[in-house]
């Protein structure tokens, strides 16, 4: 079974740093597109980051280009959002997700709050 499981979140100052990871299992990284999603409050959930499948390229929203960075560490399992110069509007919800094999699979998501 495709499994993903997000960690990392927390309550940080405006201005701070968090460093998101997502353990998967049940699917090889290089044959899923995977990234991560976020869902504020009255919000709808948008993306904020991916990798893509086909050749590894890197996408972000425009609110977070600069600030995050997507990596993945395949040997590990592990996907990662480095989350720096943060503000309070980057406050959700953050969940990871993986595209495959005509299927969307979502991991629990885990909190990020940045205070003013």
């Known amino acids: 079974d495709v499994q993903l499981q997000a960690s990392g979140g927390g309550l940080v100052p405006a201005g701070g740093s968090l460093k998101l990871s997502c353990k998967v299992s049940?699917?090889?990284?290089?044959?899923?597109?995977i990234g991560w999603f976020r869902q504020a409050p009255g919000k709808e959930r948008e993306g904020v980051s991916c990798i893509m499948r086909d050749d590894g390229t890197t996408n972000y929203a425009d609110s977070v280009k600069g600030r995050f960075t997507i990596s993945s560490d395949k040997a590990g399992n592990t996907l990662y959002l480095q989350m720096n110069s943060l503000k309070p509007e980057d406050t959700a919800v953050y969940y990871c997700a993986a595209q495959g094999g005509g299927s969307m699979y979502w991991g629990q998501g885990t909190q990020v709050t940045v205070s003013s």
């Open positions: 049940g699917f090889t990284m290089d044959d899923y597109g």
